[in-house]
């Protein structure tokens, strides 16, 4: 009688049998925050290295937000319609800009990658305009321009804590993953109930100056804004 022949299990067979694992890159930006990003920093670089001072000054009275210009006094152009906007891709510093563009990545990617392209962009026109909407309830007169995309980025925090910040990382696009979660929901959730109170205190803390010395005016009543409507106002844009 025949002795069964021993099955060989080199290395070699494993390996061919057992596929490695897929690596995910380490920048897994979706195409639409790129170009956010690209616009941000080209802008400002243009602003910087190309534009005269007496210019960037005009750069900044067209398209910056500016609240007192919308209060019966001035005359309604196209800039003061654009301004609500296009504020957003302004900003008053390299040090201002590079922490936006890192939040920016950190939380537009998954909500890009859940939401798409056209719907993203959207929700960063809502939330940029409830920023400045809010700003300008509390400062209507005030001459001061706003630029930044903290209160679109704002939003964007916000519509993370609807999802408990639980991001689907074995896609081939992470992106925020399950239902939009209740009110009530998230504030019993610890770890994002923290996030929102540690968030809140420091833009209060920002508004009084008790904090961030040496740091240009913040308008911290536009990143409340900004994620208050991106809080209650995810469901409008989510395509889940």
Known sequence: MDQPRPIDTSPDDEWRETPPPRREPIFNLPAIVVALIA?????????????????????????????????????????AYAGPVT??????????????MVWLAAFGSPLAHRMGAVRFVAFWIFTALAAVGLHYVLHSGDPTPVVGASGAISGMMGAAARFAFQIDRFAGKPAFTGPILPVSVVLRHRMTFMFLLVWFVMNLAMGLG????????????????????????LALFDRR
């Not at 504020?87 to 922490?99: D, E, R």
């Open 87 to 100: 504020y957003a891709f302004l900003h008053g510093g390299i040090a201002h800009l590079a922490v936006n």
């Open 210 to 233: 008790s904090i961030a010395p040496g740091v240009g005016q913040i308008a911290w009543e536009a990143h409340i804004g900004g994620l208050l409507a991106g809080f209650f106002g």
């Open 39 to 79: 616009i941000c920093v080209g802008v400002h670089a243009v602003r910087m290295l190309v534009l005269t001072e007496s210019q960037d000054i005009g750069v900044i009275a067209r398209f910056a937000f500016i609240p007192i210009r919308y209060s019966g006094h001035y005359i309604i152009d196209a800039y």
